[in-house]
């Protein structure tokens, strides 16, 4: 039984307010013999099932905040889709006008989820990735008249974006874990989730270390921090599928100076943990929560790790990919 009344305990004025407070988890089964702690956070808690819920309402607060939107202002925003539904939620809420672009590879249900929000949505081609729909909404917020009329969060380059886990999502997990957390393992989409708990959990206890999980296909966090390749001629090897992480590029919301290692997973170590946190733990998680989980309990096995409390965070919700290969429909 939950008895922290902060979790969910009251009346609120709107939806907006429910970000945040998610659950912590131990994982069981799929940590097998390894004799550390690994405990997920799990994200699809959130109001629209997801990490990035927190960026799209911390994203508009901040708008709000600067005098930079009204009543008529369009907000544009390229997204691989649980930012444009965290923003889709936030504006339907609030009454903003949401037009997001989107690489068509993304699932159906993302697809469906924006527009049931009352979001418009334009799809990009896939083997441009997240660089197509980062193009395509900046032609779309010129074509809107740029500011003031339109505005244009851009998550990969918003500080509200680290900001808003540097309030919330690291105090959160701080909070759970007694202060006993010694490894924060997260995958990088924009990079604001590792940012901002990373920042507070290793100001807290220096020790904490921070490991940043990203597609093999898409090594560029490998190539830039551990080979030392300059941002800019940072390259993926090619397509992958572990949607939200992986974006081919090093954002500019990334603290580079705060990650101890990189660890990389194939598509298909992703779908097999993503399966495997349903199957054996009970947790419908998305195709990126699969990948996440998997290099913590590659983590969790070091010897050097015995003893150690791994937190990885679980971006999203399984539903979100039914229509995909993470659950195949035999
Ligand atoms: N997983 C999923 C499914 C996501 O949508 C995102 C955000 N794009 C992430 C992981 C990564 O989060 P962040 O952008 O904070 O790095």
Redesign the pocket.
């Known amino acids: 039984m939950a008895t922290d009344t902060t979790f969910r305990g009251h009346v609120y004025d709107d939806i907006t307010q429910t970000f945040g407070n998610t659950p912590c988890i131990r994982l069981r089964k799929v940590v097998g013999d390894a004799k550390a702690t690994v405990i997920g956070k799990l994200e699809n808690f959130n109001p629209l099932w997801?990490?990035?819920d927190r960026?799209g309402v911390a994203m508009i607060d901040a708008a709000e905040k600067a005098g930079k939107i009204g009543p008529n202002t369009l907000i544009v925003e390229p997204?691989?889709?649980?930012?444009g539904i965290g923003l889709a939620f936030t504006c339907a809420a609030r009454g903003y006008k949401l037009a997001v672009a989107m690489p068509e590879s993304m699932s159906l249900e993302r697809q469906r989820l924006l527009k049931a929000l009352g979001a418009t949505l334009v799809l990009t081609p896939r083997e441009l990735g997240m660089k197509g729909a980062v193009s395509k909404a900046m032609e779309m917020f010129q074509e809107a008249g740029g500011e003031p009329k339109a505005f244009i969060p851009q998550?990969f380059k918003n500080p509200a974006?680290?900001d808003v886990?540097r309030r919330t999502t690291a105090e959160e997990i701080w909070r759970a874990t007694g202060g006993t957390i010694d490894i924060l393992v997260?995958?990088?989409?924009?990079?604001?989730?590792?940012?901002?708990c990373g920042e507070v959990l290793k100001s807290r206890k220096p020790s904490v270390k921070c490991i940043a999980v990203e597609p093999t296909q898409s090594p560029v966090l490998t190539q830039h921090i551990v080979q030392g390749v300059p941002k800019d001629q940072v390259k993926p090897l090619g397509p992958h599928k572990?949607?939200?992480?992986g974006?081919g590029f090093v954002?500019d919301v990334?603290n580079t100076a705060i990650i101890d290692e990189v660890v990389q997973v194939t598509d298909d170590e992703a779908f097999e943990m993503g399966r495997r946190l349903a199957k054996e733990e009970g947790m419908l998680c998305?195709?990126?929560?699969g990948a996440?989980a998997h290099a913590a309990v590659k983590i969790a096995h070091r010897p050097e790790n015995a003893g150690k409390v791994i937190v990885v965070?679980l971006?999203?919700l399984g539903e979100?990919y039914l229509s995909t290969a993470l659950y195949p429909q035999d």
């Open positions: 997801s990490v990035k960026i997204t691989s889709g649980n930012t998550q974006n680290p886990h997260s995958g990088v989409g924009t990079g604001g989730t590792i940012t901002g572990i949607q939200g992480i974006a954002p990334l998305g195709i990126s929560c996440a965070v971006p999203d979100r």
